[in-house]
């Protein structure tokens, strides 16, 4: 089960952080990531982790301001968000389980990663 939480109403140039608790997963070697969805548009990627070695991937439209990091401890995965922009409005989505050694993580069809969760909004004005 993943659960997302963080999410809300954040202005432009805020620097909110979701986080994904994940329960009934192994998180020592998975492919995990985040998601989003902004009304009208497709889902897309833009952030993964392979939890194996730490080799993270992202999007170029957020890299460089957005973060993502997992804590085994407490099995949670989160995305630090910086300098957010008003085009980062979308739901956002954790995921878990994706392709082996996270190969195109952000680039596969949703049905290449096993589990979801239901999604935080993130509105930035």
């Known amino acids: 089960q993943l659960v997302e939480s963080g999410g809300g109403s954040a202005q432009a140039e805020g620097s909110p952080r979701l986080s994904c608790n994940i329960s009934?997963?192994?998180?020592?070697?998975?492919?995990m990531g985040w998601f989003r969805q902004a009304p009208g548009k497709e889902r897309e990627g833009v952030a993964a982790?392979?939890?194996?070695?730490?080799?993270?991937y992202y999007a170029d439209s957020v890299k460089g301001r957005f973060t993502i990091s997992r804590d085994n401890m407490k099995n949670t995965l989160y995305l630090q968000m910086n300098s957010l922009k008003p085009e980062d409005t979308a739901m956002y989505y954790c995921?878990?389980?994706?392709?082996?050694?996270?190969?195109?993580?952000?680039?596969?069809?949703?049905?290449?990663?096993?589990?979801w969760g239901q999604g935080t909004q993130v509105t930035v004005s």
């Open positions: 995921s878990a389980e994706g392709p082996p050694y996270c190969l195109q993580a952000l680039r596969v069809p949703e049905s290449d990663y096993k589990y």
């Open positions: 009934g997963l192994t998180f020592s070697t998975v492919c």
């Open positions: 982790i392979y939890t194996g070695g730490g080799y993270t």
